[in-house]
C-alpha cells in the first residue's frame, strides 16, 4: 500500500489529504467529520480522482497537448514542397515537349522545301536560266519554307551537269518562332557524252 501510495503523489502530485469536494458525499452516504479524508480511505476514493485527475488533465496529457497541431502542419508543408516539385517538372516537361514539337514541323518544313525544288528542277525549271543564284519562298503545311539556291556547271566522262546547292530554311511560327536550315547538292544531267553507255 506504501509503494502504491508513494508512485501515486509521484505521477499525479496528489497531496496525502484533500478537502473532500462540498456538497458531495460519501459512497456509504455520509460526509467525513471536517470534510477532510485521508487519500487511501475507503470513502470517497473515486469521487476524488475523477475530480482531480480526469483522462485529458494528467501530466502526460499536459506536455502533448498541441502536438497534432504541429504534425498536421508539419505533414502540410511537406505535401505542399511535393506539389511545387510536382508541378515545376509538369512545367519543364511541357516546355520540352512544345520546344520539339516546333523544331519537328521547322525540320519538316525545310526538307519540303528541298523536295519542292527537286520537284521543279525535274520539270526543266532553274536548269536553263541564264541566272546563278535565286531564291523563292514557298508555304508548306501551314508553315513558310525560304528557299535559295546557287548554280553551276560541270562537266566529266559522263556528260554535263547543271549543279545545285540548295539551302532551305523552315519556320513553324507556332507556339513559338522555330528555324532550321537543310543544304542539299543536287545534280542535274543536261547532255550525255558520245559513247556514253
Known amino acids: 500500500m506504501k509503494a502504491t ?44 480522482f475523477r475530480r482531480i485527475c480526469p483522462l485529458n488533465d494528467g501530466l502526460i496529457g499536459k506536455q502533448q497537448r498541441g502536438m497534432a497541431l504541429v504534425i498536421a502542419l508539419v505533414m502540410l508543408l511537406v505535401l505542399t514542397l511535393v506539389g511545387l516539385s510536382a508541378l515545376t517538372t509538369t512545367n519543364f516537361e511541357t516546355n520540352i515537349s512544345g520546344n520539339q514539337r516546333v523544331y519537328n514541323m521547322a525540320f519538316y518544313t525545310a526538307d519540303g522545301g528541298v523536295e519542292n525544288f527537286r520537284g521543279r528542277v525535274s520539270g526543266g525549271e532553274f536548269i536553263y536560266s541564264a541566272v546563278s543564284t535565286g531564291s523563292y519562298q514557298v508555304g508548306i503545311g501551314g508553315n513558310t519554307c525560304n528557299v535559295s539556291y546557287e548554280k553551276w556547271n560541270r562537266s566529266d566522262s559522263e556528260g554535263d551537269f547543271t549543279v545545285f546547292k540548295i539551302t532551305s530554311e523552315g519556320r513553324a511560327p507556332f507556339p513559338s518562332t ?10 542535274v544531267l543536261t547532255t550525255i557524252q558520245p559513247g556514253y553507255n
Open 178 to 187: 522555330g528555324r532550321v536550315e537543310i543544304e542539299s547538292i543536287i545534280e
Open 5 to 48: 501510495s508513494i508512485m501515486t503523489k509521484l505521477f499525479y502530485k496528489i497531496p496525502p489529504y484533500l478537502p473532500f469536494p462540498s456538497g458531495s458525499e460519501t459512497a456509504l452516504g455520509r460526509r467525513p467529520k471536517g470534510g477532510i479524508i485521508p487519500l487511501f480511505g475507503k470513502e470517497g476514493l473515486g469521487e476524488i
